[in-house]
Each structure stands twice: as structure tokens, then as C-alpha cells.
């Protein structure tokens, strides 16, 4: 392992080493420079031989950089010798246009000439695209050896200063001086004379460029560049802002001309070693070269020894957090009140807790190893139906409702992880769920009576219809003479009570306490009995009942949980349609599902409100006219049917509730009468 990591250190040193050399060589990182490809494509080649010729415009009187020789009238200089290299590298002539600086770029501008050298800005940016950089520069401060008013850059402030016109001095100056009177010259010899002449402070310009015309005239006994300079900049090539491929093409040449290292044989033709245009990495390198082979002795060394005392830290402090994590897991363990143990795959007990020794009346260490058979099972079980065998056969979690005692208990099986050499084990959780059940129970029970209490209203004016016709008959019967009449009245009477009857019996299945049987049921005897119970609201808010069902549709289920799922989804939609509307009921099985689609002609349910109508004590009624618990309550009855319910609702159009039930026996769709 520390093999490792030490050859790792060393080849993440050895890495940045050669990216810091590459940055330092070439201006690039060393995935930049591996990855660069230099090789002009077929589009390239084309565009170059297209043009034949590229023009480069450009200051006329900046030597050594570029000027025009007053004898022999060419255009020479550091800059000209580069770009007739890049002529060489590209296979294409450039043809030189000495300008004076400002046309220079007027000419660029308008797309007159192709290429010019200059300094990067913001200004510029707006007209031109830039190359990687050719060369560097400062930008120096000539001053009077006499004066001694400038000293720092900071002294210029205050000071009158000249350098050629539209040089980047200018746009530097007013950006980071608030007080300094700058005069443009046609070039930096013209500025150099308004110095001599006593006429500005100090000139701003190129430090080569300055240094050779100082040197020309002779001036360097009386006129100093100060050794505080201005910036450092990279001198860029420029191309219109609309010849992108252009700047493609020239990059790639600069690239192969830096890997030349070009400029540098360039500047040792005209003068020599020298800073003035480029970098001076010499000094960089050793110190780079030095400092990597003592950070990777230090580093080594460190590392063997600092990994010695970390391993022994490491492992004393992993001892401790075992062991302080063992006791809050056995503290968690033994505190709750959930009956929980641990069993292997032959059904043995490797370790429960204080409530399940509790429950068994034995101590911890009476339980461990014994079989779940001596103990009489999980909650009695027996092995056929054991939770435990299940999960051990089929590798799933099991989770099971079991009665014990006269209490019900919900078991959770959960599979451990297993370490080598040892058996398969899992986790047993058992919670008495006993309260929460009835409490469930209750509340599905209070809501049943709260839905009752609606259509009271109509049951009481279902019930008044036969009761009338009763106190007519007895009426008719005490004033008639005729037999026959009398047997007529009587009949009457028998019906009207049946038909009473047969409302209070509807009311008292729909009334009574619900439970989990399921049983074969007439699903359009169900849905009509829950109509008829709810007729007089349909009747008084306008409403047009509708019901698509086989007649002859049964389907094993809870009647008791459809039954209250029916009459929250038909409560809901009368309140949803107000006055006037349509409700109606579809119903479609097969021998794998049924389908309930309840479908109103209200006035919907806004997007934000769908997501949160199944959540408990959610409701958009006034206050004290819902609980918000109707459609909870129908989602976990669904849900406890293995159903899924879903609601698709159009403001303004109206709503449609969609339950889907699956069949849980293996019995074809049967036919009753």
C-alpha cells in the first residue's frame, strides 16, 4: 500500500512538472500541448490558397520591432523576420504595408489589410480577434535623469505624458489614472523630441522600442527608462472580428513556430539575449527544476513517516468508534419497544432485545442459540407460514399481519448483511399494532356516520313516502265498508312497509363497523344501494345519476371498503357540480381487474391542488364543512385493496376519479342472478 501511494506522489509530481515547464515553454498546459493538433485541414488549405496573399499593416516607425531602414526603404524589423517565418510555415506570401499606427488599424477595421501585431484590450475586442501571444512587452516610462518629480509609476499622476497615438498606452492610462494629460504623436521619436524639448513630463511606450531610439540618439546619458514599468503585456496578432478561420489558421502556425522557439533565434539575430520581447525562463526553469526534486524528496520523506503514525492513529481511532458505535447500536437496540431478533438461516437466535426477552420471560443469554421452535415460534407461527422461512427462500423483506393473543402484530423481516465465514441471518421486527387498528377502525367508522349524516336529508324523505301511503290506507280502511277495498288498502300497506324495510336495511349495511372479510359481491347491487341511499341529493341539487355496469358484474372484494371509497368519490362530485350537473359511474372487469371510473361535470381541480388531494386533513371547503380526510381515507381503503386510484380533472369541465382494482382470486368472471 505505501508502495503505491509513493509511486502515485511521484507521478503526480512528475505530472505537474512537466505541465508548470510546458506553461513556462509554450504557454500552454501540458494536455493543451500533447492534444493541440498543428496539421491545417482540407477547409484551410482551401481558404489559403483562396487568397494567395495576406497583407499586414502596421506602424511604420517602431524599431526594432518594425520600421522602414532609411537607406536601403524596406520594411524591417523583429516583428517583419517573424511574420516572413509565418509566411514560410503557412506556405503563403504576406505582403507588408508600413502605415502610421492609427491607419494601421482603421485599415484592419474596414478589412483592408488582414493581420496586424498589437496589444490586447477591450476596446479593440470590439472590432478584432486575437492569436495566441508572439511576444511580450512593457510598457516603459522614459523620463529626464535630472527630474527627479517621477520616480514610480504612482508619480505620473498630475504629469503630462506623450506616446504615439492610438497605442494601447492611452486606453492603460485612463484606466488607471485619474489626472494625467496625455499628448498623441505619430510615433514614439516624435514623443521622444517632446521630452527633449522640455515640452511633457515623461513617454509612455514600448520598452524596446524606446530603448533603441534613446540608443540611436544618444541619449542614455541624459534620459533613463525607470525600472518601474507600467504593465506586462502579450503582444497578440489581430484579425477582423468576422475571420475566425483565419485566426484558426495562424494559431496553429504559432504554435509550431513557439515549438521552434523562433522568436528567441529571431531576437539573438538582431541583438542577442534580451528580455525586451520575450520571456527570460532560463532562471524559471532552474528554480522550477529545483524546487520540484525537493518537494518530491520532502514529500517521500513525510510521507514514510507520517504514514507510519497515521496508520497507528487510524487504527487506534476506528477501535474506538467500533466500539462506541457497537454500544449506541445495542442501546438503540435493547431501548425500543418494538420486539426484535436476530435469526439465522437454521432458525437459531443469535440476539434479541430487552423487550423480546421481556416478552418471553427470558434473559438474553437463555435466548441466543436456541431455536425459534423452543421458544413456540414468532408470535406462534407455525413453520409452513413463517415469515422467516420466506424471506430466507424467496431473498426478499416480508412484511405480515399476525394475530396472537388477542393481539395483532406486525412482523418485518429484514435481510443482515453477511460477512464471510458466517450463515445467513436477518433481522425480525415485530409492533403491536393493536391500538392503531381500532383507531383506524374508529376514524373509517366516524367518516362512514359523517357521510350517513349527509344524506339523512333524503333517507327521512324516502322514509315520509311510505309512511304516507300507510296513514291513507289505515284511513280508507276505518271508512270503508267493502271487503275487497279493504283487502286492497291492506296490500298497499305491505308494500309500503317493505319498501321502509328495505331503506333501513340499506342504511344499516352502509352504517355498520367495517372489516377486512372479502367476499363475492354484486357490484351493481353495491353502487345502486349506495344511489339510492343518496337519490334525494341528487334530486334537490340537480343532478343526473348515471350507471354503466353489468348487472350480473361480481367481483371478490372488501364490500365494505368499496363502500365507503363509492360514497366519498359521489359525495365529493355532488359538492364539486353545486347546482346542476352530471355524475357518472363506469364499470369494466375482466379476469385480471376491475375499473371504476367516476366521472362529474364540475368545476375541476387546479393543477397545484391535484398533488395534494390524497393528503390527510387537506380540504379546499370552508371551514368546518370538510375534515380533509375523505379522499385520505379512500386512498389507503384503494390502497388496502392492492388497488391504485388515479384523478384526471380539466378546470371548468369537470373531474374523473379512477380506481383499479385487481382480481385475488383465480376464479373466471362469474354470473349471478
Known amino acids: 500500500m505505501i508502495k503505491k501511494l509513493l509511486f502515485l506522489i ?34 484551410e488549405i482551401t481558404y489559403l490558397n483562396d487568397h494567395n496573399t495576406l497583407i499586414y499593416g502596421a506602424d511604420y516607425n517602431s524599431p526594432p520591432l ?21 509566411s514560410i510555415e503557412l506556405g503563403i506570401a504576406i505582403e507588408f504595408k508600413p502605415l502610421i499606427w492609427n491607419d494601421a488599424l482603421d485599415l484592419l477595421s474596414n478589412g483592408e489589410t488582414d ?48 506616446g504615439s497615438k492610438v497605442d494601447y498606452i492611452f486606453e492603460h492610462i485612463d484606466k488607471e489614472f485619474d489626472n494625467v494629460t496625455g499628448i498623441e504623436t505619430s510615433d514614439l521619436q516624435e514623443a521622444i523630441k517632446l521630452l527633449t524639448d522640455e515640452r511633457i513630463d515623461a513617454v509612455l511606450g514600448d520598452e524596446s522600442v524606446m530603448n533603441y531610439f534613446i540608443t540611436k540618439a544618444q541619449l542614455k546619458n541624459e534620459y533613463s527608462i525607470l525600472d518601474d514599468y507600467l504593465y506586462e503585456r502579450e503582444a497578440v496578432l489581430g ?85 462506541l458505535s457497537n454500544n449506541e447500536l445495542e442501546t438503540v437496540f435493547n431501548g425500543l419497544t418494538h420486539l426484535m431478533t436476530v435469526i439465522d438461516d437454521e432458525c437459531y437466535v443469535k440476539d434479541a432485545n430487552k423487550t423480546f426477552c421481556e416478552k418471553y420471560n427470558l434473559t438474553a443469554d437463555m435466548l441466543k442459540n436456541a431455536h425459534c421452535k423452543d421458544i413456540n415460534g414468532i408470535l406462534g407461527s407455525i413453520c409452513e407460514t413463517c415469515p422467516i422461512k420466506e424471506t430466507f427462500n424467496e431473498n426478499r423483506t416480508v412484511i405480515k399481519e399476525i394475530k396472537h393473543k388477542n393481539r395483532i402484530y406486525k412482523v418485518s ?14 433481522l425480525v421486527v415485530m409492533e403491536d399494532i393493536t391500538d392503531f387498528k381500532l383507531t383506524e377502525q374508529s376514524m373509517l367508522q366516524s367518516t362512514k356516520m359523517a357521510a350517513v349524516g349527509q344524506l339523512a336529508a333524503g333517507i327521512a324523505h324516502e322514509m315520509r313516502t311510505p309512511l304516507g301511503i300507510i296513514r291513507n290506507n289505515c284511513y280508507f280502511m276505518k271508512r270503508s265498508k ?60 340537480k343532478i343526473s345519476f348515471g350507471l354503466q355496469c353489468p348487472k350480473d358484474l361480481v367481483f371478490t372484494i372488501n364490500s365494505e371498503s368499496l363502500k365507503h371509497v363509492m360514497i366519498n368519490l359521489i359525495n365529493n362530485a355532488i359538492d364539486a357540480m353545486g347546482e346542476g350537473g352530471d355524475l357518472d359511474i363506469h364499470v369494466m372487469a375482466d379476469s385480471k381487474e376491475m375499473i371504476i371510473q367516476v366521472s362529474d361535470t364540475g368545476k375541476g381541480i387546479d393543477e397545484d391542488i391535484l398533488k395534494n388531494i390524497f393528503n390527510p386533513f387537506f380540504t379546499t371547503k370552508e371551514p368546518g364543512s370538510g375534515t380533509g380526510l375523505g379522499l385520505y381515507i379512500t386512498y389507503n381503503e384503494v390502497q388496502k385493496m392492492k388497488g391504485v386510484i388515479d384523478v384526471d380533472s380539466i378546470l371548468g369541465v369537470g373531474t374523473t376519479f379512477a380506481l383499479i382494482i385487481p382480481r385475488h382470486d383465480k376464479l373466471p368472471l362469474k354470473e349471478v342472478e
Not at 529545483?290 to 503514525?309: D, E, M, P
Request: aromatic share 10%; glycine share 2%; charged share 25%.
Open 10 to 43: 511521484s507521478i503526480v509530481l512528475v505530472i505537474l512538472f512537466a505541465n508548470s515547464f510546458t506553461k513556462l515553454e509554450y504557454d500552454m498546459n501540458l494536455i493543451d500541448y500533447l492534444s493541440s493538433d498543428t496539421t491545417l485541414s482540407k477547409d
Open 66 to 86: 518594425r520600421y522602414v531602414n532609411e537607406g536601403s526603404q524596406q520594411y524591417e524589423g523583429l516583428v517583419i523576420d517573424y511574420l516572413r517565418a509565418l
Open 115 to 162: 493581420l496586424c501585431d498589437m496589444y490586447k484590450s477591450e476596446e479593440r475586442s470590439k472590432k478584432f480577434l486575437f492569436s495566441n501571444p508572439i511576444y511580450y512587452q512593457r510598457g516603459a516610462i522614459l523620463v529626464r535623469k535630472s527630474d527627479n518629480l517621477i520616480t514610480t509609476v504612482e508619480d505620473l499622476e498630475g504629469k503630462t505624458i506623450a
Open 239 to 323: 484579425v477582423h472580428k468576422d475571420n475566425s478561420k483565419l485566426l484558426k489558421i495562424l494559431n496553429k502556425a504559432i504554435r509550431n513556430l513557439k515549438k521552434k522557439k523562433t522568436m528567441e533565434l529571431i531576437y539573438q539575430k538582431w541583438f542577442g539575449i534580451s528580455p525586451l520581447i520575450t520571456k527570460n525562463n532560463r532562471s524559471r526553469k532552474i528554480t522550477l527544476i529545483t524546487k520540484y526534486i525537493f518537494s518530491l524528496i520532502f514529500v517521500l520523506g513525510t510521507a514514510l513517516y507520517s504514514w507510519n503514525i497515521q496508520l497507528k492513529k487510524e487504527v487506534k481511532r476506528q477501535t474506538n468508534e467500533l466500539r
Open 413 to 426: 423481516t429484514y435481510i443482515l448483511d453477511q460477512l464471510p465465514q458466517m450463515k445467513k441471518r436477518i
Open 482 to 541: 267493502s271487503q275487497d277495498d279493504k283487502d286492497e288498502s291492506m296490500a298497499v300497506i305491505e308494500s309500503s312497509v317493505d319498501r321502509a324495510n328495505r331503506i333501513i336495511d340499506n342504511l344499516l349495511n352502509f352504517s355498520r363497523m367495517t372489516d377486512n372479510k372479502v367476499s363475492q359481491t354484486n357490484i351493481y347491487n353495491l353502487i345502486s344501494n349506495i344511489y339510492d341511499l343518496s337519490k334525494k341529493l341528487f334530486e334537490n341539487h
